[in-house]
């Protein structure tokens, strides 16, 4: 039987973490994207890999594989007032649980942790659920974080969409 590995984290630091992931579900739920771009180093990435065994998303498919720019750009369009897909709108509700921390690196207080989330989109009078793992790798800037890495690994990966995603997970 393997050992257990005891993870000695501090509760304050547990805290923190778990209330920035709060906050960014949040934000994605009051559609404030400026707030949200925010949350990400210069060069921070979301990545949702195609195949949950990806362990790069450089060269390979992928559901979204986005610096800051490709990020602005998705706010751009989506925000842009002849964006016609959107004119029905779209309301979201994240949940986030099971904060985990991974690892932290005590001196500079970067860390990574994971966590699972359920989302729920409604549009054009239609409910979609996603639910998934999120794994975070965190930056500590100003007494704060800023997400470096966010991959979102949805449960349903293999199956098909009604519309490319318009939010991010």
């Not at 994207?33 to 060069?43: G, Q, S």
């Not at 990545?47 to 998303?57: I, L, N, R």
């Not at 699972?116 to 639910?131: A, N």
Request: proline letters at 4%; one cysteine or more; hydrophobic letters at 35%.
């Amino acid at each position: 039987m393997p050992k257990n590995k005891t993870l000695n984290f501090s509760v304050e630091v547990q805290q923190n973490v778990e209330q920035f992931l709060y906050k960014q579900a949040d934000i994605l739920d009051e559609r404030n994207w400026e707030a949200w771009l925010e949350l990400f180093t210069n060069d921070g990435k979301y990545w949702m890999p195609a195949h949950p065994e990806q362990k790069t998303g450089d060269g390979l498919p992928n559901i979204f594989y986005e610096d800051r720019y490709l990020m602005d750009m998705r706010i751009r369009r989506v925000e842009h007032p002849y964006a016609h897909s959107q004119k029905a709108g779209h309301r979201t509700s994240h949940v986030v649980s099971n904060v985990m921390i991974e690892s932290e690196d005590k001196k500079n207080g970067n860390l990574v942790c994971s966590s699972r989330f359920h989302m729920i989109e409604y549009r054009l009078e239609k409910q979609r659920y996603f639910g998934g793992k999120y794994t975070h790798s965190l930056e500590r800037i100003d007494n704060s974080y800023r997400i470096k890495l966010q991959r979102v690994d949805i449960a349903n990966v293999e199956g098909p969409f009604d519309y490319v995603m318009q939010v991010w997970l």
